[in-house]
C-alpha cells in the first residue's frame, strides 16, 4: 500500500509560480508511474502532467510549457513546478502513483487571482 501526502498549494496572483509535492511511502517508488491531475469545481477531473518510469514526460495542453513535473527517487517525492499561472488553473492538484495498481492522495488547493 502506497500513501500519498500532496503539499505546496496555496493562493498566488495570476503570473506567479507554486511548486507542489507529492511524498510517498513504500518501496520500489522508481517503478511507478507518476502524474497529477486536477479537478476545479463543477468539472471533470484531467491530467495535468505525467511522468513514466522511462524518464518519458506528457503534459495537457492548456500547460504545456508553464509546467514541469519532475521527480527525485531517493526522496520518494513527484514534484510539479507550475509558472505563469492562470485563474483557469484553479483547481485541487491530485498526486497519481501507478503501476499494478494506482495510488492517488488527498489533494492540494491551488487558487490562482486575477
Known amino acids: 500500500q502506497v500513501q500519498l501526502v500532496e503539499s505546496g498549494g496555496g493562493l498566488v496572483q495570476a503570473g506567479g509560480s507554486l511548486r507542489l509535492s507529492c511524498a510517498a511511502s513504500g518501496s520500489s517508488f522508481s517503478l511507478y508511474d507518476v502524474a497529477w491531475h486536477r479537478q476545479a469545481p463543477g468539472k471533470q477531473r484531467e491530467l495535468v502532467a505525467r511522468l513514466l518510469s522511462s524518464g518519458i514526460e506528457g503534459y495537457a495542453e492548456s500547460v504545456k510549457g508553464r509546467f514541469t513535473i519532475s521527480r527525485h527517487n531517493a526522496k520518494n517525492t513527484v514534484y510539479l513546478q507550475m509558472s505563469s499561472l492562470r485563474p483557469e488553473d484553479t483547481a485541487l492538484y491530485y498526486c497519481?502513483?501507478?503501476?499494478?495498481?494506482?495510488?492517488w492522495g488527498q489533494g492540494t488547493q491551488v487558487t490562482v487571482s486575477s
Open positions: 497519481n502513483l501507478q503501476r499494478t495498481y494506482s495510488f
